[in-house]
């Protein structure tokens, strides 16, 4: 048997933002088939029957040809790299050696919602990883529940690293890593509570205003629905702050806030009678 000159090479699979299989520093070109099992067990985790897989990636096909299918793409995938699949008779695996951004994805998601996590991890964690997609643009009925439960805990991560970077004064970085959450979902109130949190605690009143407001509209435009009681409660608090300085300012200052706080308070109160939320917030 001739020897496996990628022994001992680097191997990644990146299956977020896209994907991408290297062997040493060097891209591999793979068939789209060779992909998909790839892109399957790196999702999953686990070692796979090989009925199982064939019929999960080749379901609109009859179980012969799916495993047809299925040892043609696993020779395919052994060109490249004999150490990217482990196959024994029933099942296949990813190789031991091979580093999956999802799995680093995940569990750096995982210890950031932890509340035991050390100041010093949340400093030196960067919100770059948990940004991307889950395999965009392919289209496969098994990575639906996935890619859904991708989604949640990359917002509920994103989020946390925010707070988080809050109580370690890291303003910027925590407006920063609040974006990336609402750019998964821009609806998804607890992301734009975080950034609103955020530009309460650097002391930035303004964009916080500015940020609910923007949130508001969007929300009642998209849904008829306005921001839950706690959300108007947390600006309410704040504003009420900047409404009684230790040292007054000029009393034209005072009425934007006091206005805006006024407001708040009629809308809150529509909400909880479940009006729609008519009019608009005025700056």
Known sequence: MARDLTEGAGLALRVLGGFEVCVGDRAVSLPANAQRVLGYLAVTGAESRREVLAAHLWSWTSQARAQANLRTALWRVRQASAQLINSKRDVVRLGVSVKVDYTEMMSCALRLIDTTLAPDDVLITSPRLLEADLLPGWDEDWLLIDRERHRQLRMHALEALSRR???????????????????????YESAQAALIAAHLAEGNRTEAIRQFTAFRRLLYDETGLVPSPSLFEELESALAEAAHPQVAPKRRLLETPASFSQQLTRTRRRAGRGEGATGRLRR
């Open 165 to 187: 970077l809050v109580d370690c004064g890291e303003y910027a970085r925590a407006v920063d890593a609040a974006y990336a959450a609402i750019a998964v979902e821009p609806l």
